[in-house]
């Protein structure tokens, strides 16, 4: 029996595995830091900000425009002005990664369960996937304000196996961050780790993943799932 044969539901994290944020997360960080009359940054050094919620995004922006530690208040200071940017122009730039629709209909149609377990503030995570029309995909979205603790936490993906009556091995966290996959172990569920996010930089093999993918599409082989679209 292979480690993905009794799945019977996938959580998906979202920037960089569903959909590349990182333009407008960039856009809305630019935007804070301009106001502050602070250093800009690149959408490359966002990159290698994203995985760990809002507040870690702007912690680590203000580190680097200040060149030095971010206080408390400096942080909390800020935050609402990220939020409003960002609330502004969330799928500006951004994009669908190739292949996620047609993956997401063919794990639909053959009857997985789907859930969305982002640290994107919840307040962004359900518009964004509206903007994309994929909301209908999910029948669980937990952002990373959603509970007490978020990924690498194990809560949300233990939350999901307490909700939807599932045992350890029937449950697949899909990824592009050590996050994901650190969360997934400690739940003690399988995970796959996808090369093309953001993940600091790393490579995610190193995190020790079930199985590293370098396409979105390859879930469906992992899922033994034949794809209708070139099926004859
Ligand atoms: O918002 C973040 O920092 C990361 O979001 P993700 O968990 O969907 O990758
Ligand atoms: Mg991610």
Do not use: P, R
């Given at each position: 029996m292979n480690t993905f044969s009794q799945i019977k539901a996938v959580a998906f994290d979202l920037?960089?595995?569903?959909?590349?944020s990182v333009p407008d997360l960039a856009a809305a960080t630019r935007a804070t830091l301009e106001e502050l009359a602070l250093p800009l940054c690149s959408d490359e050094q966002v990159r290698s900000w994203v995985g760990n919620g809002a507040e870690m995004l702007m912690r680590r922006a203000l580190s680097f425009a200040l060149n030095t530690a971010v206080t408390e208040e400096q942080l909390q200071a800020c935050m609402p002005k990220f939020m409003h940017f960002y609330g502004l122009n969330l799928q500006q730039h951004s994009q669908l990664y190739p292949g996620v629709e047609s993956v997401l209909e063919q794990l639909q149609q053959a009857g997985y369960r789907m859930a969305i377990v982002t640290n994107k503030p919840y307040e962004f995570t359900l518009p964004l996937l509206k903007a994309f029309n994929i909301?209908?995909?999910?029948?669980m979205v937990l952002g990373g304000?959603?509970?007490s603790k978020m990924k690498p936490d194990p809560l949300p993906l233990q939350h999901i196996l307490h909700e939807w009556r599932?045992?350890?091995?029937?449950l697949l966290m899909v990824g592009d961050s050590k996050n994901d996959i650190l969360a997934a172990k400690s739940a003690k569920v399988a995970s796959v780790g996808l090369t093309?996010?953001?993940?600091?930089?790393?490579?995610?093999g190193l995190s020790g993943p079930d199985a590293v993918c370098e396409?979105?599409?390859?879930i469906t082989a992992l899922l033994k799932l034949r794809d209708k679209a070139t099926e004859q």
């Open positions: 920037d960089g595995t569903l959909i590349d909301d209908a995909y999910f029948s304000d959603s509970l599932l045992e350890t091995e029937q093309y996010g953001y993940n600091y930089g790393e490579d995610i396409q979105f599409s390859e």
